[in-house]
Nanobody, 118 residues
Framework: QVQLVESGGGSVQPGGSLRLSCVGS????????MGWYRQAPGKQRELVAT???????DYADSVKGRFTISRDSPRNTVYLQMNSLNPEDTATYYC????????????WGQGTQVTVSS
């Protein structure tokens, strides 16, 4: 069984920065697509960013230029560097490990809260 553990959330003022981390344990394939999603109160969960095993990145339009996703594959870790945060970024952030090669799986972390407020 795969377990994902997130860290790095917290409260920050507008314009501030946070770095989220997610470490996976268990049987994780190198082909795993790692990603971050977020869900604000009363809203649906939405994609923030993903990164493939080849390093190809995809971002939501709302975070392009401000957030950077990266991964350390040997350590089964994905990061999300968030800069220039604004109140609209307030949400619970979830990491996701998704794989469709050889073995299909879709795992989620427990979520970490990010609050941007003055």
């Amino acid at each position: 069984q795969v377990q994902l553990v997130e860290s790095g959330g917290g409260s920050v003022q507008p314009g501030g920065s946070l770095r989220l981390s997610c470490v996976g344990s268990g049987s994780i394939y190198s082909t795993t697509v790692m990603g971050w999603y977020r869900q604000a109160p009363g809203k649906q969960r939405e994609l923030v960013a993903t990164i493939t095993s080849l390093g190809n990145r995809d971002y939501a339009d709302s975070v392009k230029g401000r957030f950077t996703i990266s991964r350390d594959s040997p350590r089964n870790t994905v990061y999300l560097q968030m800069n220039s945060l604004n109140p609209e970024d307030t949400a619970t952030y979830y990491c996701n490990f998704h794989n469709e090669v050889v073995v299909r799986y879709d795992y989620w972390g427990q979520g970490t809260q990010v609050t941007v407020s003055s």
